[in-house]
């Protein structure tokens, strides 16, 4: 047995509350049907479930606090008088815990959501669009109408559970009887002895299915929205688990988004970022006016309401922040680069003329000095 505190990552001095909390936390986290391909979720979960009946045991914890973990070993004096092994391994999770579960908003037994993710373009996200989506989930057989069983032939009683779907288990030390779902049947009462040659027994078969998605404006990169009973059929005896759609919008390669904002570069000359200038800038709306102030400086950003993302809590849209950067040529011919010297001396700029990036040759030279030969 692991060390309780250590399972539940509290300190020995942590208060009901804090074990509580730290109970009720992992136990979200790593229950089955929140990890449904995960193996070892089941058993991490039955870890805290064992820790947590010791530690919010006043006396259990102060005899393990006393003896520690070997107190709960065969021949110890531990938390359990007589030194019994109690086995937290087999105990019904869905009997002891199924109302703290559904506290928790995890229920017992529940189908877990099928994921599908849905791409769209990064206008789609700023206005919202409608969307068909086409996916594969699993759905009652209609051949044998979910029973399972080929035609003209019924399914029969579980022969251990006697068609109640759970069997009772005495739970070592407890005083009282547990149930849990009968493994022969799977908890349904029911055995298919001759089965449907569609879907091969289970009653249930992996079918195409499309439906009509609305993406509000405003939404985000990895936002979810989840379609109520979208989703697999565990048992064609129960009803449809959800389908929780993931939004996945495309980069765009103009803009960005910062909140409801969004931002671009505009390269402007240098005479208009001297001079000022009125420039078409482009926007979510299509082409747009922007305003250059005189004297405008490489990395000032500009402001245009209005022209970004809906926002989601109020009306209005909010704005677009457009980042100045200045183009500079990369070559000149010999009238520009006189008339660019003639405009440094006015504006009292003195120009170094370029050197070229010395050799490796003549660094080692300058390393040795100048009188030695290399």
């Known amino acids: 047995m692991k060390d309780p505190y250590e399972v539940l990552g509290v300190d020995r001095s942590a208060t009901q509350d804090d074990i509580k909390g730290a109970f009720r936390k992992l136990a979200a986290k790593h229950h089955p049907d929140r990890n449904p391909g995960d193996p070892g979720a089941s058993q991490r979960f039955k870890e805290l479930n064992a820790a947590y009946q010791i530690l919010s045991d006043p006396k259990k914890r102060e005899m393990f606090d006393r003896f520690g973990v070997d107190g709960g070993r065969p021949g110890a004096q531990g938390p359990f008088p007589g030194g019994v092994n109690f086995d937290f391994s087999e105990l019904n999770i869905d009997g002891i815990f199924g109302d703290l579960l559904n506290v928790l908003g995890i229920k017992v037994g529940q189908t877990p959501p099928l994921q599908k993710e849905v791409k769209i373009t990064f206008e789609e996200a700023a206005f919202g669009c ?22 003209g032939a019924s399914p029969e009683a579980c022969g251990v559970c006697k068609g109640r779907g759970r069997v009772r288990v005495q739970q070592g030390v407890l005083p009282i009887a547990l149930e849990r779902t009968c493994a022969t049947c799977k908890g349904t009462g029911r055995i298919v002895t001759n089965p449907c ?27 979810t929205r989840l379609v109520e009973r979208g989703g697999n059929y565990a048992r064609p005896d129960r009803p449809a688990g959800d389908l929780e759609l993931i939004i996945r919008v495309q980069p765009h390669e103009v803009f960005r988004r910062v909140g409801d904002d969004i931002v671009c570069a505009l390269p402007i000359s240098f005479p208009q970022a001297v001079l000022g200038s009125e420039v078409e800038v482009p926007t979510l709306d299509g082409r747009g ?9 490489p990395g000032t950003v500009l402001r245009i309401r209005n022209k970004g993302v809906p926002k989601r809590v109020m009306a209005g849209r909010g704005d677009q922040l457009v980042e100045i ?9 010999e009238e520009q680069k006189r008339l660019i010297e003639e405009l440094a001396q006015a504006l009292g700029n003195k120009i170094q003329p370029a050197r070229a990036e010395p050799s490796f040759m003549d660094k080692l030279k300058s390393f040795f000095g100048a009188g030695q030969d290399v």
């Open 130 to 151: 409608t969307k068909e989506l086409t996916y594969e989930r699993v759905e009652p057989c209609t051949d044998c109408g979910g029973s399972g069983c080929a035609e």
């Open 197 to 223: 040659k569609t879907c091969r027994g289970p009653g249930v078969v992996p079918k195409e299915r499309t439906i009509e998605i609305t993406i509000p404006a405003g939404v985000e990169n990895g936002a």
């Open 289 to 297: 006016k922007l305003r250059i102030p005189a004297g405008t400086q």
């Open 325 to 333: 950067t200045v183009d500079v040529p990369r070559q000149v011919d």
